[in-house]
Each structure stands twice: as structure tokens, then as C-alpha cells.
């Protein structure tokens, strides 16, 4: 018992579902384009220490993955912000700043990238 009368192809139905689907997903990725979602920044590498040693407390830079696009790295004590003292630490892997205080205090470090960007690379108090 052969079927000589069917066609070979695909049915209405699947049809019709396979094109609403392309339709969906080429509206995804136009609205994406369109209201600017893209995808996430890579992330920035930079790795400073701050250890203390009796009075002494030492900022060290180890590099990072990013650090042909560090333009300045700042090391703040107390937290950032106007009157608080800040250290200029120099970009290339292996520079070190000290600073002496007898008692604990906040470190931050902030690095700034070629691209103008800011990021925290570390927040402790030493």
C-alpha cells in the first residue's frame, strides 16, 4: 500500500511555526542593536597589595593582565575624598610607595585606565 498522493514537503503548520521563530529571533537581536544592549566589558586585571609591618605599611603593584592600559593608580589613606593623604603608585609591576602610621587605617587603591575608567582594586584596613 503506497501513498502516491502526498508531497514530499513540510506541513503548514511547521512551516508556519518555523517562520514566526525566525521572526522572534531576528526581533531579539534587532532590539538588542537597537536600545544598545551588548555584551559585558571585559573585566580589568590589577592586582596591589597593601601590607602592614610595624608602623610601616607597603603598597606593593604585582601587574595584571591590564597593565598596558593603566594610566595612574592612587593609593588613598582614610578613603577617597578631599583631606585625606593619597600616594601615586607607578604603573609598572613590581613598584612599591610606603607610608607610616601608628595606628589602623583605611587603604584604598583606585586604578585608572587608558579608557578613562576608575576601578577599586583593593579596600582594607592595614
Known amino acids: ?7 514530499g ?5 511547521v512551516s508556519a511555526l518555523l517562520m514566526v521563530a525566525v521572526v522572534v529571533a531576528l526581533a531579539a537581536i ?4 537597537v536600545f ?8 580589568k586585571t590589577l592586582v596591589v597589595t597593601a601590607t602592614r609591618s610595624g ?23 582614610g578613603g577617597v575624598g578631599q583631606g585625606n593623604k593619597d600616594i601615586e603608585l607607578e604603573t609598572w609591576a613590581g613598584a612599591t610607595k610606603t607610608y607610616t602610621s ?11 585606565f587608558a579608557d578613562g575608567e576608575l576601578w577599586i582594586v583593593l579596600d582594607k584596613t592595614v
Open 1 to 7: 500500500m503506497a501513498c502516491k498522493d502526498r508531497d
Open 9 to 13: 514537503g513540510v506541513s503548514e503548520v
Open 30 to 33: 534587532a532590539g538588542s542593536m
Open 102 to 112: 601608628k595606628e589602623a587605617v583605611r587603604a584604598i587603591v583606585v586604578g585608572t
Open 55 to 77: 608602623d610601616v605599611i607597603t603598597f606593593t603593584n604585582h601587574g595584571g593582565m591590564n597593565m598596558d592600559k593603566v594610566a595612574e593608580i592612587r593609593c588613598w589613606i
Open 36 to 43: 544598545g544592549i551588548g555584551l559585558p566589558e571585559e573585566s
